[in-house]
Protein backbone atom coordinates (compact mmCIF):
# COMPACT_ATOMS: atom_id res chain seq x y z
CA UNK A 1 0.00 0.00 0.00
CA UNK A 2 1.31 3.73 -0.61
CA UNK A 3 -0.32 6.29 1.41
CA UNK A 4 -0.72 9.31 -0.52
CA UNK A 5 -1.95 12.67 0.73
CA UNK A 6 -0.67 16.20 0.10
CA UNK A 7 -1.66 17.04 3.99
CA UNK A 8 -1.66 13.83 5.75
CA UNK A 9 -3.13 14.19 9.40
CA UNK A 10 -1.37 13.31 12.56
CA UNK A 11 -4.34 10.43 13.32
CA UNK A 12 -3.64 9.29 9.28
CA UNK A 13 0.04 8.60 9.56
CA UNK A 14 -0.57 6.93 13.08
CA UNK A 15 -3.39 4.48 11.91
CA UNK A 16 -1.18 4.07 8.53
CA UNK A 17 2.11 3.03 11.02
CA UNK A 18 -0.44 0.66 13.37
CA UNK A 19 -1.62 -1.14 10.59
CA UNK A 20 1.58 -1.60 8.72
CA UNK A 21 1.23 0.50 5.60
CA UNK A 22 3.91 -0.19 3.28
CA UNK A 23 5.18 3.18 2.22
CA UNK A 24 4.11 6.34 3.11
CA UNK A 25 4.41 9.02 -0.24
CA UNK A 26 5.97 12.30 1.26
CA UNK A 27 4.66 15.19 0.29
CA UNK A 28 6.14 18.00 2.17
CA UNK A 29 8.37 19.33 4.70
CA UNK A 30 5.93 19.40 7.20
CA UNK A 31 5.26 15.76 6.92
CA UNK A 32 8.95 14.71 6.85
CA UNK A 33 9.29 16.04 10.24
CA UNK A 34 5.27 14.87 11.50
CA UNK A 35 5.98 11.17 10.02
CA UNK A 36 9.55 11.30 11.76
CA UNK A 37 7.46 11.79 14.88
CA UNK A 38 4.98 9.35 14.47
CA UNK A 39 6.50 6.71 12.89
CA UNK A 40 10.48 6.40 12.45
CA UNK A 41 11.99 3.80 10.45
CA UNK A 42 8.64 3.73 8.29
CA UNK A 43 9.68 2.89 4.40
CA UNK A 44 9.11 5.95 2.29
CA UNK A 45 8.75 7.37 -1.31
CA UNK A 46 9.66 11.23 -1.99
CA UNK A 47 6.86 12.89 -4.34
CA UNK A 48 8.39 14.84 -6.56
CA UNK A 49 7.03 17.57 -8.88
CA UNK A 50 9.08 17.07 -12.12
CA UNK A 51 7.39 20.35 -14.06
CA UNK A 52 5.93 18.38 -16.49
CA UNK A 53 2.58 19.82 -17.42
CA UNK A 54 -0.09 16.48 -19.64
CA UNK A 55 -2.47 18.39 -21.86
CA UNK A 56 -5.43 17.90 -19.68
CA UNK A 57 -7.61 19.62 -17.75
CA UNK A 58 -5.99 22.00 -15.11
CA UNK A 59 -7.51 20.83 -12.34
CA UNK A 60 -6.31 17.25 -12.76
CA UNK A 61 -2.71 18.15 -13.75
CA UNK A 62 -0.85 17.35 -10.99
CA UNK A 63 3.02 17.21 -12.29
CA UNK A 64 3.39 21.32 -13.27
CA UNK A 65 6.30 23.54 -11.11
CA UNK A 66 3.00 25.23 -9.60
CA UNK A 67 0.72 22.22 -7.77
CA UNK A 68 -0.55 22.11 -4.53
CA UNK A 69 1.20 18.08 -4.37
CA UNK A 70 5.05 17.29 -3.66
CA UNK A 71 8.16 18.97 -3.90
CA UNK A 72 9.55 21.01 -6.78
CA UNK A 73 12.64 19.76 -8.19
CA UNK A 74 14.73 23.10 -6.28
CA UNK A 75 13.63 21.54 -3.26
CA UNK A 76 14.23 18.17 -3.53
CA UNK A 77 17.82 17.76 -2.52
CA UNK A 78 16.93 19.95 0.90
CA UNK A 79 14.17 17.37 1.23
CA UNK A 80 16.40 14.17 1.03
CA UNK A 81 19.01 15.58 2.74
CA UNK A 82 16.34 16.93 6.00
CA UNK A 83 15.53 12.84 5.80
CA UNK A 84 17.01 11.64 8.71
CA UNK A 85 14.56 8.54 10.57
CA UNK A 86 13.04 7.56 7.55
CA UNK A 87 14.02 5.09 5.08
CA UNK A 88 13.38 6.44 1.35
CA UNK A 89 13.32 3.68 -0.86
CA UNK A 90 12.34 5.70 -4.08
CA UNK A 91 10.66 8.34 -5.92
CA UNK A 92 7.08 8.86 -6.90
CA UNK A 93 5.28 11.36 -9.45
CA UNK A 94 2.23 11.81 -10.47
CA UNK A 95 1.91 13.89 -13.67
CA UNK A 96 -2.33 14.26 -13.80
CA UNK A 97 -5.24 12.50 -15.01
CA UNK A 98 -7.11 11.32 -18.18
CA UNK A 99 -3.76 11.62 -20.56
CA UNK A 100 -3.69 10.55 -23.80
CA UNK A 101 -0.34 12.34 -25.14
CA UNK A 102 1.92 9.76 -23.53
CA UNK A 103 4.87 11.79 -24.53
CA UNK A 104 5.69 13.19 -21.09
CA UNK A 105 5.84 9.62 -19.48
CA UNK A 106 8.67 9.02 -21.68
CA UNK A 107 10.94 11.58 -19.89
CA UNK A 108 9.64 10.79 -16.61
CA UNK A 109 11.74 7.63 -15.95
CA UNK A 110 15.38 9.71 -16.57
CA UNK A 111 13.88 12.84 -14.71
CA UNK A 112 13.51 11.08 -12.12
CA UNK A 113 16.13 8.80 -12.04
CA UNK A 114 18.81 11.59 -12.31
CA UNK A 115 17.96 12.73 -8.65
CA UNK A 116 19.75 9.44 -6.94
CA UNK A 117 20.14 6.26 -7.04
CA UNK A 118 17.06 4.36 -5.46
CA UNK A 119 15.59 1.11 -6.04
CA UNK A 120 11.73 2.40 -7.06
CA UNK A 121 10.76 4.92 -9.08
CA UNK A 122 6.48 5.32 -8.75
CA UNK A 123 5.13 7.19 -12.02
CA UNK A 124 2.01 7.15 -10.90
CA UNK A 125 -1.14 6.71 -13.17
CA UNK A 126 -3.71 9.24 -15.76
CA UNK A 127 -3.87 6.94 -18.27
CA UNK A 128 -6.85 8.14 -20.18
CA UNK A 129 -10.15 6.10 -20.94
CA UNK A 130 -13.02 6.64 -23.63
CA UNK A 131 -15.62 8.27 -22.32
CA UNK A 132 -17.49 9.14 -25.85
CA UNK A 133 -17.37 7.78 -29.18
CA UNK A 134 -14.65 10.27 -30.13
CA UNK A 135 -12.17 9.53 -27.70
CA UNK A 136 -9.37 7.28 -28.30
CA UNK A 137 -7.23 6.47 -25.80
CA UNK A 138 -3.72 4.80 -25.71
CA UNK A 139 -3.31 1.15 -25.32
CA UNK A 140 -2.15 -0.57 -21.83
CA UNK A 141 0.71 -1.96 -23.53
CA UNK A 142 1.91 1.88 -25.11
CA UNK A 143 1.10 3.34 -21.72
CA UNK A 144 3.47 0.81 -20.22
CA UNK A 145 6.09 1.31 -23.32
CA UNK A 146 6.24 4.79 -22.36
CA UNK A 147 6.97 4.46 -18.68
CA UNK A 148 9.48 1.90 -19.46
CA UNK A 149 11.11 4.18 -22.32
CA UNK A 150 13.85 5.68 -20.37
CA UNK A 151 13.65 3.54 -16.96
CA UNK A 152 17.41 2.24 -15.68
CA UNK A 153 17.63 -1.58 -16.14
CA UNK A 154 18.09 -2.06 -12.64
CA UNK A 155 15.38 0.01 -10.98
CA UNK A 156 11.31 -1.42 -10.32
CA UNK A 157 9.18 0.41 -12.34
CA UNK A 158 5.89 0.78 -10.38
CA UNK A 159 2.36 2.24 -11.70
CA UNK A 160 -0.64 3.07 -10.43
CA UNK A 161 -3.43 3.58 -13.23
CA UNK A 162 -6.75 3.94 -11.11
CA UNK A 163 -9.52 5.34 -13.52
CA UNK A 164 -8.14 3.16 -16.65
CA UNK A 165 -9.05 0.10 -14.52
CA UNK A 166 -12.24 0.72 -13.36
CA UNK A 167 -13.83 3.53 -15.77
CA UNK A 168 -15.26 1.57 -18.53
CA UNK A 169 -16.72 -0.91 -15.91
CA UNK A 170 -18.83 1.24 -14.77
CA UNK A 171 -22.68 2.33 -16.20
CA UNK A 172 -25.29 5.07 -14.38
CA UNK A 173 -28.36 3.97 -14.39
CA UNK A 174 -30.76 7.21 -14.59
CA UNK A 175 -35.11 7.02 -14.88
CA UNK A 176 -35.75 10.19 -16.45
CA UNK A 177 -38.23 12.22 -14.22
CA UNK A 178 -39.55 15.45 -16.70
CA UNK A 179 -38.80 16.64 -20.34
CA UNK A 180 -38.92 19.83 -21.18
CA UNK A 181 -38.60 21.52 -24.60
CA UNK A 182 -37.99 24.97 -25.21
CA UNK A 183 -38.70 25.65 -28.69
CA UNK A 184 -36.15 26.39 -30.92
CA UNK A 185 -33.69 26.56 -27.66
CA UNK A 186 -32.85 23.43 -25.89
CA UNK A 187 -34.59 19.83 -24.87
CA UNK A 188 -33.85 18.96 -21.26
CA UNK A 189 -34.04 16.08 -20.26
CA UNK A 190 -34.04 15.64 -16.57
CA UNK A 191 -32.98 12.47 -14.17
CA UNK A 192 -33.19 11.49 -10.65
CA UNK A 193 -29.61 11.97 -9.77
CA UNK A 194 -27.01 14.20 -11.24
CA UNK A 195 -24.15 16.27 -9.48
CA UNK A 196 -24.13 14.67 -6.73
CA UNK A 197 -23.82 11.28 -8.15
CA UNK A 198 -21.57 12.65 -11.30
CA UNK A 199 -19.56 15.78 -10.26
CA UNK A 200 -17.21 15.48 -12.90
CA UNK A 201 -19.16 17.47 -15.42
CA UNK A 202 -19.46 20.08 -13.24
CA UNK A 203 -16.38 19.95 -12.04
CA UNK A 204 -14.32 20.11 -15.03
CA UNK A 205 -16.53 19.98 -18.14
CA UNK A 206 -16.22 16.36 -18.91
CA UNK A 207 -18.25 14.90 -21.74
CA UNK A 208 -20.37 12.08 -21.57
CA UNK A 209 -22.65 9.84 -23.92
CA UNK A 210 -26.13 8.49 -22.84
CA UNK A 211 -28.49 6.63 -24.08
CA UNK A 212 -32.15 5.23 -23.32
CA UNK A 213 -31.71 1.89 -21.89
CA UNK A 214 -34.52 0.29 -24.12
CA UNK A 215 -34.48 2.66 -27.39
CA UNK A 216 -30.63 3.05 -28.54
CA UNK A 217 -29.86 6.24 -30.90
CA UNK A 218 -32.43 8.57 -31.64
CA UNK A 219 -32.53 12.10 -33.03
CA UNK A 220 -33.98 14.38 -30.33
CA UNK A 221 -31.09 16.61 -29.79
CA UNK A 222 -30.99 16.90 -25.62
CA UNK A 223 -29.16 18.13 -22.78
CA UNK A 224 -29.13 15.45 -19.60
CA UNK A 225 -30.10 17.51 -16.40
CA UNK A 226 -29.84 16.48 -12.98
CA UNK A 227 -32.28 17.28 -10.18
CA UNK A 228 -30.18 19.35 -7.84
CA UNK A 229 -30.56 23.19 -7.61
CA UNK A 230 -27.98 24.51 -9.74
CA UNK A 231 -28.33 25.71 -13.42
CA UNK A 232 -24.76 24.10 -13.72
CA UNK A 233 -25.85 20.56 -12.80
CA UNK A 234 -25.93 19.27 -16.30
CA UNK A 235 -24.69 15.69 -16.64
CA UNK A 236 -24.53 15.78 -20.56
CA UNK A 237 -24.87 18.27 -23.47
CA UNK A 238 -26.26 17.80 -27.18
CA UNK A 239 -26.54 13.91 -26.58
CA UNK A 240 -29.24 12.59 -28.79
CA UNK A 241 -32.11 10.57 -27.68
CA UNK A 242 -34.81 8.43 -29.02
CA UNK A 243 -37.87 10.74 -27.79
CA UNK A 244 -37.39 10.71 -24.45
CA UNK A 245 -40.34 10.43 -22.20
CA UNK A 246 -41.24 10.38 -18.16
CA UNK A 247 -40.30 6.92 -16.78
CA UNK A 248 -37.38 5.63 -19.56
CA UNK A 249 -34.04 4.32 -18.47
CA UNK A 250 -31.39 6.37 -19.64
CA UNK A 251 -27.81 4.71 -18.98
CA UNK A 252 -24.82 6.69 -18.72
CA UNK A 253 -21.34 4.54 -19.86
CA UNK A 254 -18.29 4.95 -18.02
CA UNK A 255 -18.84 6.35 -14.89
CA UNK A 256 -16.85 3.65 -12.83
CA UNK A 257 -14.26 6.06 -12.16
CA UNK A 258 -14.60 8.90 -9.60
CA UNK A 259 -18.30 8.53 -9.22
CA UNK A 260 -19.10 6.83 -6.55
CA UNK A 261 -15.91 7.92 -4.99
CA UNK A 262 -16.52 11.54 -5.02
CA UNK A 263 -20.59 11.71 -4.82
CA UNK A 264 -22.13 13.75 -2.06
CA UNK A 265 -25.51 14.29 -0.20
CA UNK A 266 -26.23 17.93 -1.81
CA UNK A 267 -29.88 18.56 -1.41
CA UNK A 268 -29.98 15.95 0.88
CA UNK A 269 -30.26 13.57 -2.19
CA UNK A 270 -29.51 10.07 -0.81
CA UNK A 271 -26.38 8.44 -2.76
CA UNK A 272 -27.84 5.40 -5.21
CA UNK A 273 -26.39 1.83 -4.77
CA UNK A 274 -23.92 0.15 -6.59
CA UNK A 275 -24.70 -3.34 -8.42
CA UNK A 276 -22.24 -5.37 -9.65
CA UNK A 277 -23.63 -7.69 -12.50
CA UNK A 278 -21.59 -10.41 -13.94
CA UNK A 279 -22.69 -13.20 -16.31
CA UNK A 280 -26.21 -11.81 -16.19
CA UNK A 281 -26.20 -11.96 -12.77
CA UNK A 282 -26.62 -8.71 -10.55
CA UNK A 283 -25.07 -8.38 -6.71
CA UNK A 284 -25.64 -5.58 -4.24
CA UNK A 285 -22.00 -4.10 -2.84
CA UNK A 286 -23.09 -0.76 -1.75
CA UNK A 287 -26.43 -0.34 -0.64
CA UNK A 288 -29.02 2.61 -1.49
CA UNK A 289 -28.99 5.10 0.83
CA UNK A 290 -32.16 6.49 3.12
CA UNK A 291 -33.37 9.57 4.24
CA UNK A 292 -32.94 7.84 7.50
CA UNK A 293 -28.86 7.80 7.02
CA UNK A 294 -29.03 11.40 6.06
CA UNK A 295 -29.68 12.44 9.39
CA UNK A 296 -27.79 9.46 11.58
CA UNK A 297 -24.74 11.77 12.30
CA UNK A 298 -27.19 14.72 13.64
CA UNK A 299 -27.14 15.10 17.56
C1 LIG B 1 -1.19 9.97 -6.51
C2 LIG B 1 -2.17 9.40 -7.46
N1 LIG B 1 -1.86 8.27 -8.13
C3 LIG B 1 -2.73 7.71 -8.99
C4 LIG B 1 -3.96 8.27 -9.23
C5 LIG B 1 -4.89 7.61 -10.21
O1 LIG B 1 -5.02 8.40 -11.34
P1 LIG B 1 -5.86 7.90 -12.62
O2 LIG B 1 -7.21 7.52 -12.15
O3 LIG B 1 -5.87 9.09 -13.52
O4 LIG B 1 -5.12 6.74 -13.23
C6 LIG B 1 -4.32 9.44 -8.56
C7 LIG B 1 -5.63 10.07 -8.79
O5 LIG B 1 -6.00 11.07 -8.27
C8 LIG B 1 -3.41 10.03 -7.65
O6 LIG B 1 -3.71 11.15 -6.99
Excluded: W
Excluded at 115 to 121: K, N, R, S
Excluded at 157 to 177: D, F, M, Q
Aim: glycine letters at 10%; a negative charge.
Amino acid sequence: IYLHGNNKSDAELEQARDAGVGHVVLDSFDEIDRLERIAPGQRVLLRVTPGISPSTHAFISTGQVDSKFGFGMDDVPRAIERIRELELVGLHAHLGSQIFDLEPYERLAELLAGIGEYPLLNLGGGLAIAYTYDDRPPSIEDYVEALLHSAPDDVTILCEPGRSIVGNAGVTIYRVGTVKRIPDVRTYVAVDGGMSDNLRPMLYGARYEAELADRLGGDTLCTIAGKHCESGDILARDVRLDDPRPGDVLVMPATGAYGHAMASNYNAIPRPPVIFCRDGRAREVVRRETFEDLTLRDV
